[in-house]
């Protein structure tokens, strides 16, 4: 059997788990899945940044918070607003901020860069603590109306049953997931692992560095706006420390480290690993934090990359050895 068939054969196997998941596993973990798969698209939208273009964002929550908090203000400000529009204009806003602040950091590099962003990432996380007129600050901002999916010649699908907006999250999560992918496809893809490995020499060869940065560093904050404003609608409840706190923008980090930073499906493993974690501790302790950080110590200490690293190494060991002899 081809590797496309192969391919093929499993893109059908998952589309059908995914179809059957709320079906046979309950309302319960379907809202741990939803849960899952934002924070997915969250971490492989960081790695566009940290894994093929070598630029480690430690304010990456800025983009996330401000996607959730524009769909839930447009939400509860502007009557008979569609739930796709609400997408949309909490990505807009991600991208506009990210069109703002690019000027600023694509010229830097490593820990500058790396600085600055947190630096931008706490800004708008006071920001949105002080305006509490407009944000709700530390209270947060809820009972915002989730409206029906609009399809023409239908009368609409109801959002505030779970099984739906089961469906219409993994449809915009997944759809934004297969977009990273087929982004890093292209040739900008090839450009921007080249200015990760040396972008000196990306330099030689012809290409603007910074606007190859400025792109990636949008789109990725784009991305992460869309990850935000699913969040949103996903909640009903938008706060400054769930969207914008130091460790909301920490966690997508833990996650590409843990899965494997030089992997597209890295952020996705180790984003399900944590997922699965965190439910099991909260049985037992609400110190959750302390035992991610254990679990990355743990992984920088002896497997640098991640569980995907583990996997190329067994693979070329053993299946690599099986297919020569």
């Known amino acids: ?68 908090y524009t769909t839930a203000l447009s939400l509860k400000h502007i009557d008979n607003l569609p739930i796709s529009m609400a997408l949309l204009l909490g990505v807009l806003g991600a ?24 630096a931008f990432g706490q800004l708008m996380y006071i920001v949105c603590l002080k305006f509490r007129e407009v944000t709700g600050g530390a209270d947060g901002l809820g009972g915002f109306p989730v409206p029906d999916l609009k399809i023409p010649f239908t009368g609409g699908i109801d959002m505030t049953d779970p099984v739906n907006f089961y469906y219409f999250a993994i449809t ?62 996903f909640q009903n409840m938008v706060s400054t420390d769930g969207v914008l706190g130091l460790f909301t923008s920490f966690n997508p980090i833990i996650m590409t480290i843990i899965g494997g930073v030089s992997s597209f499906t890295g952020p996705i493993i180790g984003a399900g690993l944590l997922t699965l974690l965190e439910e099991f501790l909260l049985r037992y302790t609400d110190r959750i934090a302390l035992f991610n950080g254990l679990v990355l110590i743990l992984m920088i200490k002896f497997a640098p990359g991640g569980i995907m690293g583990i996997w190329d190494a067994v693979y070329r060991k053993w299946f690599k050895r099986r297919t020569l002899s």
């Open 1 to 68: 059997m081809t590797k496309i068939w192969i391919k093929t054969l499993a893109a059908i196997i998952l589309i059908g788990v995914l179809i059957a998941f709320p079906k046979v596993m309950g309302v319960l973990n379907t809202n741990i899945f939803i849960g899952f798969a934002i924070m997915a698209l969250f971490a492989v939208s960081l790695n566009l940044m940290l894994g093929y273009t070598g630029l480690l964002s430690f304010g990456h929550a800025m983009f996330f918070g401000l996607g959730a």
């Open 95 to 118: 991208v506009v901020c990210a069109v703002i602040v690019s000027p600023l950091l694509v010229r830097l590099s490593g820990t500058a860069f790396s600085m600055l962003t947190l």
């Open 172 to 233: 915009v999560l997944g759809g934004c997931i297969l977009l990273i992918w087929r982004f890093t496809k292209t040739p900008i893809g090839s450009v921007m692992i080249s200015i990760r490995d040396n972008d000196n020499r990306v330099d030689y060869l012809g290409f603007h560095v910074p606007s190859v940065k400025s792109l990636v560093f949008i789109v990725s904050g784009g991305f992460a706006g869309a990850a935000g404003a699913i969040y949103a609608l």
